[in-house]
């Protein structure tokens, strides 16, 4: 009896595995909701064509200007000031942090939302010239 119970325990995982594995290779791991789908439509036809994602600003300071930049799926504070910084930041990464958490107070730096817009600092090149 236990030998049977087993054996029907093994043949089930299998199923639910296969099953898993077809349904994943159709629909995907996580498909997206017909609500979230429609959202991304709407906003995609109220949209410019040529929206850009980055401003700059006209605020200022003696290490940095800023820029304002709508968050894409996959970015994060540090992959987008490295993004606007092409030269690399010229300071550390802390201060990268603490700059994006003085240019926007109510965010936290690790909870970035997708499709909101973001103040980033741009810093200065510093020339140490001999």
Same mark, same amino acid.
């Given at each position: 009896?236990?030998?049977?119970?087993?054996?029907?325990?093994?043949?089930?995982?299998?199923?639910?595995? $296969?099953? +898993? &594995?077809?349904k994943? /290779?159709? !629909?995907?791991?996580? %498909?997206?909701?017909?609500?979230?789908?429609?959202?991304?439509?709407?906003?995609?036809?109220?949209?410019?064509?040529?929206?850009p994602?980055?401003e700059?600003k006209?605020?200022?300071?003696?290490?940095?200007?800023?820029?304002?930049?709508?968050?894409?799926a996959?970015?994060? $504070?540090? +992959? &987008?000031?490295?993004? /606007?910084? !092409?030269?690399?930041? %010229?300071?550390?990464?802390?201060?990268?942090?603490?700059?994006?958490?003085?240019?926007?107070?109510?965010?936290?730096?690790?909870?970035?939302?997708?499709?909101?817009?973001?103040?980033?600092?741009?810093?200065?090149q510093?020339?140490n010239?001999?």
């Amino acid at each position: 009896m236990i030998e049977v119970g087993k054996k029907l325990l093994i043949f089930f995982c299998c199923v639910l595995f $296969v099953v +898993s &594995i077809g349904k994943d /290779l159709t !629909t995907g791991t996580f %498909p997206k909701s017909s609500a979230h789908q429609q959202i991304q439509q709407t906003q995609a036809q109220d949209a410019p064509k040529k929206e850009p994602t980055t401003e700059i600003k006209k605020q200022e300071t003696k290490r940095y200007q800023t820029v304002q930049h709508r968050v894409t799926a996959g970015e994060t $504070v540090l +992959s &987008i000031i490295e993004k /606007l910084n !092409t030269d690399g930041p %010229p300071v550390t990464i802390k201060q990268m942090i603490k700059d994006f958490e003085d240019l926007n107070p109510d965010v936290k730096p690790h909870h970035i939302q997708t499709n909101r817009i973001y103040t980033f600092p741009i810093y200065r090149q510093t020339s140490n010239r001999l």
